[in-house]
């Protein structure tokens, strides 16, 4: 059974910054892409970012896309997120997730199989 576990959310002012990161453990981690979502309050659960098992592939949300930057260090077992420029917009829950099967498009919440609890982040205006 594999655990995710993200950390380092909190509250920050528009145009901030915060790394937030996910610490996997129970399974080879380098051996699965890795991907970041967020849920506000009332929303679905919307792709930010995708790492591949390698981190040599990244893929971007385009409202994410020149902020964010998705990383992994395989060594650690854990994947990030650096978060710059971030707007009142940002703010929701993050995740991270365990890619799973390749049926589904990196961006489609199927194709992930292990959840984390999820940081929340909130920006100010």
């Known amino acids: 059974q594999v655990q995710l576990v993200e950390s380092g959310g909190g509250l920050v002012q528009a145009g901030g910054s915060l790394r937030l990161s996910c610490a996997a453990s129970?399974?080879?981690?380098?051996?699965?892409?890795m991907g970041w979502f967020r849920q506000a309050p009332g929303k679905e659960r919307e792709f930010v970012a995708h790492i591949s098992r390698s981190g040599i592939n990244t893929n971007y949300a385009d409202s994410v896309k020149g902020r964010f930057t998705i990383s992994r260090d395989n060594a650690k077992n854990t994947v990030y997120i650096q978060m710059n420029s971030l707007k009142p917009e940002d703010t929701a829950v993050y995740y991270c997730a365990r890619r799973g099967s390749g049926r589904y498009i990196y961006s489609s919440h199927l194709g992930y199989d292990n959840w984390g609890q999820g940081t929340q982040v909130t920006v100010s205006s």
């Open positions: 129970g399974r080879t981690f380098s051996t699965d892409g």
